[in-house]
């Protein structure tokens, strides 16, 4: 059913303006029919991001009126040229080299599907998915929260305290910066390219739709690599790349993982080919086509300045070549330089903050090398025109550069060490690519670079220096944290296709040296058989071997599904809550159920507020409730890691316990991840209801719907039968209801098998800030008992605040004394507390 539409969206627009018979049509008819299909899609991506974007900048994006402007271009085009779009004998027609790229296809859908179902927050994953479904449910960039709005200003600070930042002033949910309060402007941290074509997504197959879009992106960026490296190397070297790369558990990874590098990928390696067949190969037509496509780029990722400065770089020296840059090219890049300068001061100002530091944090040295950079560029650029420079620069800037990257290499790998203000990650990042990239692949891929800039380079100078831009920027300073696989998101881009597509150079210098048109056709070496096995076998046999060692790696990965099932869990979920309720969510500070919140708001459209602290303000949040059970029809609370939130005049009634896993891959810091694990999810809800008119005395099972009494604990767990919960060296439980009666407090604890390297287990218990006694705890669960001074059961009794026990415990880390990889602070377990 959603076939027209696809079609509608991503090819029939690009495939009519293609045909156009404008810009000598016949030279792109000659084009592979493969290619020209390929061209078809970018254009329709291109245009359909365009479309959808300025739709959402202007609040009026719906998915029928995306499908209504494809239509209208189409038809268009179709009314303007009629017969003439007809190619009448001239094109290409399909040959069996169009075997690699449905291979390749048929290779993408194997590997990247079924794709993650990440729909929670605290990530960028989550964010992206959740930014691009708000988008196709609300029709803007900017997220109008009415929920936002509606809260009133003397409740404000118990969800959404000021941050006083000079971009937005608190946070809706994290990778949601709220801007403005009482408007309940919201905007994404992230830009929205990726986000818009989840809400394509979305529109065709609903949520499944927007999650598979990373997969559709990923096999897209498989044929940008192909294509790219067809024109520079020939098909089969170019098919062996584009493998190497889809077999990589990086590329497989973010295939199904969302993230907007995966889709720089994809529209960089197609804005290069244009870039090249437009300014190398003089093929008019593809100069706009490289200047709109490489313009999205930053809608992208604002970090992909990287490949602008690459390409401009490729500009510059191809003046030496005397080949300028086309106006239809620069045109829509300088429209999309001030479009994206539009976009960030008045909409991503709050996501473009940590760029903004990136700058401010530029040491001396970091901006007397840009200096000297843009003198350079600007120096080169006065003498172009001088011949006897021209012939210079033209001879040896090309294996110059292949000196340079020789010597990088060779300086990251043998003597570049952490030392002072260089961090381990960054020192060592050259190294830990290979992790993912066998290191007899990087020898052959530096040597396929310095062939490449030897023999080729000004065949595709923009490929080559986008890679360089990326390749010192990346190497020198990561710029995330070394938590893996997260960290090789850097690597997606342009380094690791790159990276394949030089091995691949390397690998069959014998074969593509001898090609000189760009047809991509591989040509046949001379002489007799043993001529050709010399040529082929050894590439090839090289090839295999790398491949193999990348399925070997992929295994785990490839029968893994990050959070297979979480989507109908989330569902589930919401559809506990209707329309007219409001859910109060935990603190971040609490336990991570916060994640949970993000899709319950922005995906399912329930009334969702996190609280920003773990204890809030007791008579500000009754105010609150007051306003809110009068606005709404229920008011819940989802919580697990604990809220110092009831009082006598604040009550609830557990409601359910959800409890469930999803599998989850295990994510280091500076090593390689080996498997996946299983994340859970352990929660209640409750609902508040009208204090009860009797009290009873104090008894609560600590671990079973606990949520509202505790803080400071460690996660709920269970065993034989039993729930517990491990305190940290402070932790606290809210005593309700005490009376001027109340003469003991009896706590059940257990050392849990505490090692004797740790020391006794002893506790301080508090109540209202009194010591009313100390405990060495022993082995299994046994009831410590304690004595309640008349004074402080008298003022408790008296006032609305409930009394308030901490237990200071001995602490000790598994991390630190047992060397298991588990980072708590641990005190003792607690089953359970009760006052008599």
Same mark, same amino acid.
């Given at each position: 059913?959603?076939?027209?539409e696809?079609?509608?969206?991503?090819?029939?627009?690009?495939?009519?303006?293609?045909?156009?018979?404008?810009?000598?049509r016949?030279?792109?008819?000659?084009?592979?029919?493969?290619?020209?299909?390929?061209?078809?899609?970018?254009?329709?991506?291109?245009?359909? *991001?365009?479309?959808?974007?300025?739709?959402?900048?202007?609040?009026?994006?719906?998915?029928?009126?995306?499908?209504?402007?494809?239509?209208?271009?189409?038809?268009?085009?179709?009314?303007?040229?009629?017969?003439?779009?007809?190619?009448?004998?001239?094109?290409?027609?399909?040959?069996?080299?169009?075997? /690699?790229?449905?291979?390749?296809?048929?290779?993408?859908?194997?590997?990247?599907?079924?794709?993650?179902?990440?729909?929670?927050?605290?990530?960028?994953?989550?964010?992206?998915?959740?930014?691009?479904?708000?988008?196709?449910?609300?029709? *803007?960039?900017?997220?109008?929260?009415?929920?936002?709005?509606?809260v009133?200003?003397?409740?404000?600070?118990?969800?959404?305290?000021?941050?006083?930042?000079?971009?937005?002033?608190?946070?809706?949910?994290?990778g949601?910066?709220?801007?403005?309060?009482?408007?309940?402007?919201?905007?994404?941290?992230?830009?929205?390219?990726?986000p818009?074509?989840?809400?394509?997504g979305?529109?065709?197959?609903?949520?499944?739709?927007?999650?598979?879009?990373?997969?559709?992106?990923?096999?897209?960026?498989?044929?940008?690599?192909?294509?790219?490296?067809?024109?520079?190397?020939g098909?089969?070297?170019?098919?062996?790349?584009?493998?190497?790369?889809?077999?990589?558990?990086?590329?497989?990874?973010?295939?199904?993982?969302?993230?907007?590098?995966?889709?720089?990928?994809?529209?960089?390696?197609?804005?290069?080919?244009?870039?090249?067949?437009?300014?190398?190969?003089?093929?008019?037509?593809?100069?706009?086509?490289?200047?709109? &496509?490489?313009?999205?780029?930053?809608?992208?990722?604002?970090?992909?300045?990287?490949?602008?400065?690459?390409?401009?770089? =490729?500009?510059?020296?191809?003046?030496?070549r005397?080949?300028?840059?086309?106006?239809?090219? &620069?045109?829509p890049?300088?429209?999309?330089?001030?479009?994206?300068g539009?976009?960030i001061?008045?909409?991503?100002?709050?996501? /473009?903050?940590?760029?903004?530091?990136?700058?401010?944090?530029?040491?001396?040295?970091?901006?007397? /090398?840009?200096?000297?950079?843009?003198?350079?560029?600007?120096?080169?650029?006065?003498?172009?025109?001088?011949?006897?420079?021209?012939?210079v620069?033209?001879?040896?800037s090309?294996?110059?550069?292949?000196?340079?990257?020789?010597?990088?290499?060779?300086?990251?790998?043998?003597?570049?060490?952490?030392?002072?203000?260089?961090?381990?990650?960054?020192?060592?990042?050259?190294?830990?690519?290979?992790?993912?990239?066998?290191? =007899?692949?990087?020898?052959?891929?530096?040597?396929g670079?310095?062939?490449?800039?030897?023999?080729?380079?000004?065949?595709?100078? =923009?490929?080559?220096?986008?890679?360089?831009?990326?390749?010192?920027?990346?190497?020198?300073?990561?710029?995330?944290?070394?938590?893996?696989?997260?960290?090789?998101?850097?690597?997606?881009?342009?380094?690791?296709?790159?990276?394949?597509l030089?091995?691949?150079?390397?690998?069959?210098?014998?074969?593509?040296?001898?090609?000189?048109?760009?047809?991509?056709?591989?040509?046949?070496?001379?002489?007799?058989?043993?001529?050709?096995?010399?040529?082929?076998?050894?590439p090839?046999?090289?090839?295999?071997?790398?491949?193999?060692?990348?399925?070997?790696?992929?295994?785990?990965?490839?029968?893994h599904?990050?959070?297979?099932?979480?989507?109908?869990?989330?569902?589930?979920?919401?559809?506990?809550?209707?329309?007219r309720d409001?859910?109060?969510?935990?603190?971040?500070?609490?336990?991570?159920?916060?994640?949970?919140a993000?899709?319950?708001?922005?995906? /399912?459209?329930?009334?969702?507020?996190?609280?920003?602290?773990?204890?809030?303000?007791?008579?500000?949040?009754?105010?609150f409730?007051?306003?809110?059970?009068s606005?709404?029809?229920?008011?819940?609370?989802?919580?697990?890691?604990?809220?110092?939130?009831?009082?006598?005049?604040?009550?609830?009634?557990?409601?359910?316990?959800?409890?469930?896993?999803?599998?989850?891959?295990?994510?280091?810091?500076?090593?390689?991840?080996?498997?996946a694990?299983?994340?859970?999810f352990?929660?209640?809800?409750?609902?508040?209801?009208?204090?009860?008119?009797?009290?009873?005395?104090?008894?609560?099972?600590?671990?079973?719907?606990?949520?509202?009494? &505790?803080?400071?604990?460690?996660?709920?767990?269970?065993?034989?039968?039993?729930?517990?919960?491990?305190?940290?060296?402070?932790?606290?439980?809210t005593i309700?209801?005490l009376?001027?009666?109340?003469?003991?407090?009896?706590?059940?604890?257990?050392?849990?098998?505490r090692?004797?390297?740790?020391?006794?287990?002893?506790?301080?218990?508090y109540?209202?800030?009194?010591? &009313?006694?100390?405990?060495?705890?022993?082995?299994?669960?046994?009831?410590?008992?304690?004595?309640?001074?008349?004074?402080?059961?008298?003022?408790?009794?008296?006032?609305?605040?409930?009394?308030?026990?901490?237990?200071?415990? *001995?602490?000790?880390?598994?991390?630190?004394?047992?060397?298991?990889?588990?980072y708590?602070?641990?005190?003792?377990?607690?089953?359970?507390?009760?006052?008599?």
């Amino acid at each position: 059913m959603w076939l027209p539409e696809l079609l509608l969206i991503a090819f029939v627009p690009g495939a009519l303006l293609f045909r156009a018979p404008v810009a000598e049509r016949d030279r792109r008819a000659q084009l592979a029919a493969e290619e020209r299909v390929f061209w078809a899609v970018v254009i329709s991506a291109a245009w359909s *991001s365009i479309v959808v974007l300025a739709l959402a900048a202007a609040s009026w994006y719906t998915f029928p009126r995306l499908l209504i402007a494809n239509g209208l271009l189409s038809a268009a085009a179709l009314a303007a040229w009629r017969g003439h779009l007809l190619y009448r004998g001239t094109a290409q027609r399909p040959g069996v080299t169009a075997l /690699f790229p449905v291979a390749i296809i048929a290779l993408g859908l194997a590997l990247f599907f079924p794709v993650a179902e990440f729909v929670i927050g605290g990530r960028d994953p989550g964010v992206y998915i959740n930014e691009g479904i708000a988008l196709a449910q609300r029709g *803007s960039l900017v997220i109008r929260d009415s929920l936002v709005a509606a809260v009133q200003p003397v409740h404000r600070d118990l969800f959404f305290p000021p941050y006083h930042d000079r971009g937005y002033y608190s946070l809706r949910f994290m990778g949601f910066f709220l801007v403005d309060p009482i408007e309940g402007t919201v905007v994404a941290q992230f830009p929205h390219l990726y986000p818009a074509f989840v809400a394509i997504g979305y529109g065709l197959d609903g949520l499944n739709g927007g999650l598979r879009m990373i997969g559709a992106w990923a096999i897209f960026g498989l044929l940008g690599v192909y294509f790219a490296g067809a024109r520079l190397l020939g098909r089969i070297p170019a098919f062996c790349a584009s493998t190497l790369l889809a077999l990589c558990v990086v590329e497989v990874w973010f295939g199904r993982y969302p993230n907007s590098e995966i889709g720089l990928q994809a529209l960089l390696f197609a804005g290069l080919l244009a870039f090249a067949r437009s300014h190398v190969d003089d093929d008019r037509f593809f100069a706009p086509v490289a200047g709109v &496509v490489l313009g999205l780029l930053v809608f992208l990722r604002f970090d992909a300045v990287l490949a602008w400065a690459g390409v401009g770089l =490729a500009v510059l020296f191809l003046l030496f070549r005397r080949r300028w840059p086309r106006v239809w090219f &620069v045109i829509p890049m300088v429209a999309a330089l001030v479009a994206v300068g539009v976009y960030i001061s008045t909409i991503m100002r709050p996501g /473009f903050g940590r760029y903004a530091v990136f700058f401010e944090n530029l040491r001396p040295i970091h901006l007397t /090398f840009l200096g000297i950079g843009v003198l350079a560029a600007v120096a080169l650029l006065f003498l172009s025109r001088n011949q006897r420079l021209e012939r210079v620069i033209s001879t040896w800037s090309p294996p110059a550069l292949g000196v340079i990257v020789v010597g990088a290499v060779i300086y990251a790998w043998f003597f570049r060490v952490p030392a002072g203000r260089l961090a381990p990650h960054d020192a060592l990042s050259l190294r830990t690519f290979t992790w993912y990239f066998p290191w =007899a692949g990087l020898i052959a891929a530096v040597a396929g670079f310095v062939l490449l800039a030897w023999k080729r380079f000004w065949r595709d100078p =923009a490929l080559l220096l986008v890679t360089v831009v990326y390749g010192f920027f990346v190497f020198y300073k990561i710029q995330i944290v070394p938590e893996h696989f997260w960290m090789t998101r850097r690597f997606v881009p342009a380094i690791l296709p790159s990276a394949f597509l030089l091995l691949a150079a390397g690998a069959f210098y014998g074969v593509w040296s001898r090609k000189t048109d760009g047809t991509g056709e591989t040509p046949t070496p001379k002489g007799g058989t043993l001529a050709r096995v010399a040529a082929w076998v050894p590439p090839l046999v090289f090839v295999t071997i790398v491949g193999a060692l990348l399925i070997r790696a992929d295994q785990p990965v490839f029968r893994h599904v990050e959070y297979q099932g979480l989507v109908s869990r989330i569902e589930a979920l919401a559809n506990q809550f209707g329309p007219r309720d409001l859910v109060v969510v935990e603190s971040r500070r609490s336990s991570d159920l916060h994640v949970v919140a993000l899709p319950l708001a922005y995906i /399912f459209n329930r009334n969702v507020l996190v609280l920003s602290t773990p204890r809030p303000d007791r008579q500000r949040f009754r105010g609150f409730l007051d306003w809110a059970r009068s606005r709404y029809q229920n008011v819940y609370f989802v919580g697990s890691g604990g809220t110092d939130l009831l009082s006598r005049a604040i009550a609830v009634v557990p409601v359910a316990t959800e409890r469930f896993q999803v599998p989850e891959y295990e994510a280091v810091w500076n090593s390689y991840p080996r498997g996946a694990r299983q994340k859970e999810f352990d929660f209640s809800i409750y609902k508040f209801v009208d204090p009860p008119s009797e009290t009873r005395p104090f008894d609560i099972d600590i671990g079973t719907n606990d949520d509202l009494y &505790v803080v400071r604990f460690n996660a709920k767990e269970r065993m034989n039968g039993r729930s517990f919960r491990w305190t940290t060296d402070s932790s606290y439980v809210t005593i309700l209801d005490l009376t001027d009666r109340a003469s003991s407090l009896t706590i059940w604890m257990d050392n849990g098998g505490r090692p004797a390297a740790a020391g006794p287990a002893t506790v301080s218990c508090y109540l209202d800030n009194r010591l &009313v006694g100390e405990a060495t705890v022993d082995g299994g669960f046994k009831p410590y008992s304690f004595a309640i001074p008349a004074d402080i059961a008298a003022a408790a009794a008296a006032r609305e605040e409930p009394a308030l026990l901490r237990i200071a415990s *001995s602490p000790w880390s598994p991390k630190a004394v047992l060397g298991v990889d588990d980072y708590r602070t641990l005190g003792v377990m607690v089953q359970r507390v009760a006052v008599r």
